[in-house]
């Protein structure tokens, strides 16, 4: 079984709009989530709820703890509203140079066809970004400010796990 104490799931979210420049774009990190790797399957579970935000890019000031605890709210009150994640893959392909994981991802009862495309790293790793739209999934993409603010539908899931599983 892989969780956080061996890899590591992140979602990366960008700011658009006229007041894009006084967002920030976010790392933001699933700090509890499993993975169960069966021979050529993978099943994987994520707690909506724990969310939290890791770092951000560009805006025009820091964000506070304040910022961070607000932002964690809307995207579990507001964005994902407390739905279930899950990945199911029956077809793993692994080679030499990575693994390719397609299956269904579903959030909140929708369920869309994804495909995980993982390189082999020289540290014994497997990393991979897989791009998402929001919208997909029945969700609306934050916006604040009036609209002039928004988070881009177009977001990508970065995973970061280790080549073998014991």
Known sequence: MLGPDAGTLA????R????AKVGHDLVI???RWKAVVDGKSVTMEVDPSSLRVRESRNGLK???DKDR???HDNIEKQVLGGRSIAFACGAISDDASGVTAPGEL???GITRPVSAALARTPDGRLRGTIALR???F???PYKGLMGTLRVRDEIEIVVDVPARVD
């Open 11 to 14: 979602v990366k979210t960008f």
């Open 16 to 19: 658009e709009g006229v007041a």
């Open 29 to 31: 990190e699933v700090t």
């Open 62 to 64: 820091p964000l506070s």
């Open 69 to 71: 605890r607000d932002i």
């Open 106 to 108: 579903t959030i909140g």
């Open 134 to 136: 929001q919208s997909d």
């Open 138 to 140: 029945g969700i609306k």
